[in-house]
């Protein structure tokens, strides 16, 4: 019998707008308030990025992920897993990657670790290789699961070159990020080919963005894997309407994996099928 599947609510990420979607949450209270209604909703994991509670900017201000985290952990027991992208940063490395490793020092079940660079929105999405052993290493330390967050094939490739340095706990778990421009498209097909190149035991989910979401998570259930859905992937809950929520996204996924023949897990499922540290 197929695991039970985890579904993971992106709440915000760092570039939706409310000018884009007036569901978009900016403030600590907005997002940890969404992530709740997530968990009411059947996620067992929650991703967090943080804003400027009023201009909405991306921010790696560390007192804003520990009000998220500590509103979130007063209602609810739904896993947190907290960003280190920091792709909005500039100045010097050393410096970058203590800023984006801050939130590790909260102690989320997991934190998103990027492991490879791409072109990215008009820009480059930095990871150089001694990036990830840092945050690899930092992690550790703190027994924060590692989410390793691929956009290609060839940073699954880097990823289980670091799995033979012991740096990870059994078991490894990806996010697949499908349809991001410039990083691999979000087809069947090319999401087959990225489950062929996971170790036997590693763990995974899979996000499509935009409107590649629903066809990625559908797949993804159908393949035995995790899903991810939510404000940050995609805004519109069918051609040309906009979500009214994260949870709308939840709901609907959850419906869609029982629609599939499998089971939601919950947090401590979820825990257990992670392998997360107590």
Not at 17 to 32: D, F, H, L, N, Q
Not at 139 to 145: D, G, I, L, N, S
Not at 238 to 267: C, D, M, Y
């Amino acid at each position: 019998m197929p695991e039970k599947v985890i579904i993971t609510a992106a709440i915000t990420g760092s570039a939706p707008t409310k000018e884009m979607s007036p569901a978009v949450p900016y403030s600590p209270a907005e997002i940890a308030n969404s992530a709740i209604e997530c968990w009411q909703a059947g996620a067992a994991i929650a991703h967090i990025h943080v804003r400027e509670p009023e201009t909405g900017l991306a921010s790696s201000e560390i007192e804003l992920f520990r009000e998220v985290v500590e509103r979130i952990r007063d209602h609810c027991d739904i896993l947190i897993n907290l960003t280190t992208t920091g792709f909005h940063l500039e100045g010097n490395p050393d410096d970058l990657f203590d800023i984006r490793l801050a939130p590790v020092l909260l102690k989320p079940e997991i934190c998103s670790l990027d492991i490879g660079t791409l072109n990215f929105r008009g820009g480059v999405f930095v990871n150089p290789p001694e990036w990830g052993l840092i945050a690899a290493k930092r992690m550790r330390e703190h027994k924060v699961k590692p989410e390793i967050e691929v956009f290609d094939t060839g940073h699954i490739s880097q990823a289980i070159d670091m799995l033979k340095g012991e740096l990870f706990d059994d078991p490894p778990y990806f996010q697949l990020c499908m349809g991001v421009k410039w990083g691999i498209e979000a087809t069947v097909e090319n999401l087959l080919l990225m489950k062929s190149k996971f170790p036997k035991n590693a763990k995974w989910s899979v996000l499509g963005v935009g409107k590649s979401q629903l066809t990625m998570i559908t797949t993804g259930i159908l393949l035995g894997g995790n899903i991810r859905v939510g404000l940050e992937d995609n805004l519109y809950f069918r051609k040309g309407v906009l979500a009214k929520s994260n949870a709308q996204f939840v709901e609907n996924a959850a419906k869609l994996v029982h629609q599939l023949q499998r089971e939601i897990a919950s947090p401590s499922e979820a825990k257990d099928i992670l392998g997360l540290t107590p």
